[in-house]
């Protein structure tokens, strides 16, 4: 153990810092950390080697010790009461973890001749972030690029990714950077767009690589993004409807860039 | 105006009704009516003919006044305190309705020689629900049938649809008598399973008419309602996932059957 003896202290040093890499994405850039909560998501073997501290309540412990393939220096236990106090839902089960940031990929490397990327431009909502992430994951798409969207680190984006953060690669870059990139590796660019005239999703070619970029929740992509990729689609809807929510849109696309 | 002075009581009886008809399942029953929040739902089209009372406030009324096609005697107005009071949601746009459930469709009459039907089979997410509704509307799906799921005129379901729940049909029924109404139409059924030995989904066949059932939030489907249909398929999955979000597995289910 990190400390022999039971952490019950709101003012211990580690669970300061935990409080304040969960609500601060600039607490997260400076310490190159971030935080993670829930059993599921602690105790997964994809997540060990980035933990730093995992923090766990007495009864968790002695629940899920077999589950625990970690060091014990990098275990502290704290009292029920506290993780009560150190979680964000109302049943806690007492897991939570500070983790490190994985080091920053060069976009140029990132970005591979032929693969498939969805591209979030300026999404704002970090739930829809979280389970977009999670279903390319699901869905095999080569990576996940982040441009103008919410911190990828926020608590709730990790929590609806359902561990995909760690599966699935992840960067976050600059629109006009990523489209330059792109065009050096040849890859085709899609603007998703709600406008009847464009070309119908389902008659889109994704084979060789390709970056489809979705836009905002409420207000979709500028007209100068859509102009700098190569070509646009709609998903073709029924009757009077005028748009899916953002995550259902998403869905649709990353499927057929799967199909 | 139904009645000319404002109405500022919560004791008022529209008001009372409006909150136990928002609160309780077994009032809407009893009354057969259900309640709507927010100027968009409230004033599309498609809702004017099942309103029984619009309840809106003095600054609502004011607003939007050329967009009420309603009669006088369908309109309450009430003081904006008391919208705060009635409302959902943190800022309400003070237009709420009292709107009356259609007619129930006998079974044999909503399921048509060739139609297709996503059939939620104990679903309990409201807001699941409700984003489904309207998926499928948007896809142009011919009806969604619910089997032993939450009150399809819950208000989060109702929201959820956007307005769908005026624009496509819906059923509630018994999972067995759907079963047997499907056999006597000559429609096939598809489970979805999660199952790696299923077919794949895209390698089923929806031409011709198909209701696809889908499974509880948790617990997927259960084994003896999966052996009634007469096909089962799974959506494959990439690595270790293990599964996706309900809401996620239908939107694709969705659009797989209407591409």
């Given at each position: 153990m990190?400390n022999?003896?039971?952490?019950?202290?709101k003012?211990?040093?580690?669970?300061k810092?935990?409080?304040k890499?969960?609500e601060?994405?600039k607490?997260?850039?400076e310490?190159?950390?971030f935080?993670l909560?829930?059993?599921?998501?602690?105790?997964?073997?994809?997540?060990?080697?980035?933990?730093?501290?995992l923090i766990?309540?007495?009864?968790?412990?002695?629940?899920?010790?077999?589950k625990i393939?970690i060091?014990?220096?990098k275990?502290?236990?704290i009292?029920?009461?506290?993780?009560?106090k150190?979680s964000?839902?109302?049943?806690?089960?007492?897991?939570f973890?500070?983790?490190?940031?994985p080091?920053k990929?060069?976009?140029?490397?990132?970005?591979?001749?032929g693969?498939?990327?969805?591209?979030?431009?300026s999404?704002q909502?970090?739930?829809?972030?979280?389970?977009i992430?999670r279903?390319?994951?699901?869905?095999?798409?080569?990576?996940?690029i982040?441009?103008?969207?919410?911190?990828l680190y926020?608590?709730?984006?990790?929590?609806g990714?359902m561990?995909?953060?760690?599966r699935?690669?992840?960067?976050?870059?600059?629109?006009?950077?990523?489209?330059?990139?792109?065009?050096?590796?040849?890859?085709?660019?899609?603007a998703?767009?709600?406008?009847?005239?464009?070309?119908?999703?389902?008659?889109?070619?994704?084979?060789?690589?390709?970056?489809?970029v979705?836009?905002?929740e409420?207000?979709?992509?500028?007209?100068s993004?859509?102009?700098?990729?190569?070509?646009?689609?709609?998903?073709r809807?029924h009757?009077?409807?005028e748009?899916?929510?953002?995550?259902?849109?998403?869905?649709?696309?990353?499927?057929?860039?799967?199909?």
């Amino acid at each position: 153990m990190k400390n022999s003896e039971l952490i019950t202290s709101k003012d211990n040093p580690s669970i300061k810092l935990y409080r304040k890499l969960s609500e601060s994405k600039k607490a997260r850039k400076e310490n190159n950390l971030f935080v993670l909560e829930g059993a599921r998501l602690c105790f997964d073997s994809s997540t060990f080697p980035t933990i730093k501290l995992l923090i766990i309540t007495k009864t968790a412990y002695e629940k899920n010790r077999e589950k625990i393939l970690i060091s014990d220096d990098k275990i502290m236990i704290i009292s029920d009461e506290l993780g009560n106090k150190l979680s964000d839902t109302v049943n806690t089960q007492g897991v939570f973890a500070i983790c490190e940031i994985p080091p920053k990929t060069e976009l140029s490397d990132f970005v591979k001749c032929g693969g498939k990327y969805i591209v979030l431009n300026s999404l704002q909502d970090p739930l829809n972030i979280g389970t977009i992430i999670r279903t390319a994951d699901a869905l095999g798409i080569d990576g996940v690029i982040l441009c103008g969207c919410c911190d990828l680190y926020n608590p709730k984006v990790i929590r609806g990714t359902m561990g995909s953060i760690f599966r699935i690669n992840t960067i976050e870059t600059n629109f006009q950077a990523l489209v330059s990139e792109l065009g050096l590796k040849k890859i085709t660019s899609f603007a998703a767009v709600v406008d009847k005239t464009a070309q119908s999703l389902v008659d889109c070619n994704f084979s060789g690589g390709c970056a489809v970029v979705i836009g905002n929740e409420g207000n979709g992509l500028s007209e100068s993004d859509i102009e700098l990729c190569n070509k646009k689609f709609t998903i073709r809807m029924h009757g009077s409807i005028e748009s899916f929510n953002a995550s259902t849109a998403a869905t649709i696309i990353l499927w057929e860039m799967s199909r």
